[in-house]
């Protein structure tokens, strides 16, 4: 570690997310040394699908990652009410796409892809700026830096450390205390699929009821198109969990009760689903669905 990590010089991020892998790269162009201290073996990339706009797409594309072209779909992004009926279609600024040379405005993506090409940029700068299995657990400001704390580790000193640990962040308690956080009442439900051939790749939709938003949008895997879908419905700190996925999306309140309900029917995706028997397709899907509660 010694070589890389020059005195006066030294930066330590706290946490292998999105946050502190960009972190990592702004660092290490500037020309500092930088060490990621991730907890787990290696970073794994939360959640599935974004949708991410211009500011990010001009950020990933400053690191030489072409996001555009590649691993992102273009897409209006539309409201409806659940009946189907649009609301409001998001317009692309002009003047914003000449200002950034980024056409459009909303991009979806996969999470993944944007945190694996993010950490191939960081590779090729500095191979071995992860270090895994490095769990924070206290820090300790000197006359000279930061002494970091690990489980089962041994201690780090640095220049500055950043905070990147996420929600429940060790950095952060140490230094403002316990997160207030709370249960937003929200339940998640993430998938993607590849693309269905006969379905509008330009629009992306966003259903919305009273206790129900489901939606899906255009992206791409690994340049190939496919679709991203998601549904936020109503939940709690102690709900109890649906243990057969596909009953419980199928029987949610009508009329959103099911992706056949709001997105299917309405944009005549299902009718391609049957058509094309896609409908083996969308039910592994909806079993291999995880949840994640947002906190
Ligand atoms: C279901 C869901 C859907 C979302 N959808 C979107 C979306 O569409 N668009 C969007 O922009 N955002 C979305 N988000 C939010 C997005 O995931 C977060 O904003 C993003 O992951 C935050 O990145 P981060 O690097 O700050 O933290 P995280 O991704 O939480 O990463 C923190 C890292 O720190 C590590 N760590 C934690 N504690 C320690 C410790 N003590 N020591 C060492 N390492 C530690 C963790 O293992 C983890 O790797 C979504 C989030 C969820 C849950």
């Known amino acids: 570690m010694e070589k890389s990590w020059r005195k006066g010089r030294r930066v330590a991020i706290v946490g292998g997310g999105p946050g502190g892998i960009s972190a990592a790269i702004a660092f290490r162009t500037a020309g500092y040394d930088v060490k990621v201290f991730e907890r787990s073996a290696k970073p794994r990339p939360l959640g599935g699908a974004v949708m991410i706009s211009t500011p990010v797409m001009e950020i ?9 072209n590649n691993f992102a779909s273009q897409t209006v992004t539309n409201f ?10 998001l317009p692309f600024v002009k003047e914003l796409e000449l200002a950034s040379g980024i056409p459009g405005w909303h991009y979806g993506i996969l999470r993944s892809t944007t945190c694996d090409k993010m950490m191939e940029v960081l590779n090729a700068k500095a191979p071995d700026t992860i270090v895994g299995n490095h769990a924070l657990e206290s820090y300790e400001e000197t006359e000279t830096g930061v002494t970091l704390h690990f489980t089962d580790a041994k201690n780090v000193e640095a220049d500055l450390l950043v905070g990147a640990d996420g929600i429940r962040s060790a950095v952060s308690k140490q230094a403002f205390g316990e997160p207030d956080l709370l249960h937003v009442g929200l339940r998640v439900w993430l998938a993607w699929c590849e693309d269905v051939p006969g379905v509008d790749r330009d629009n992306g939709w966003i259903h919305h009821s009273r206790n129900v938003q489901a939606s899906y949008f255009p992206m791409k895997h690994e340049g190939k198109p496919g679709f991203e879908w998601w549904i936020v419905e109503r939940s709690g700190p102690n709900a109890t969990q649906p243990t ?40 592994r899907i909806l079993r291999a669905l995880p949840e994640l509660h947002v906190g």
């Open 80 to 89: 409806a009410n659940h009946k189907g009926k649009p609301r409001v279609s």
């Open 60 to 68: 990933l594309r400053s690191y030489d990652i072409d996001i555009v």
């Open 244 to 283: 057969d996925v596909e009953a419980h999306m199928r029987n949610l309140p009508r009329p959103l009760s099911t992706l056949r309900d709001f997105a299917f029917d309405h944009t005549g995706i299902l009718q391609k689903f049957v058509e094309k028997d896609y409908r083996a397709t969308v039910s």
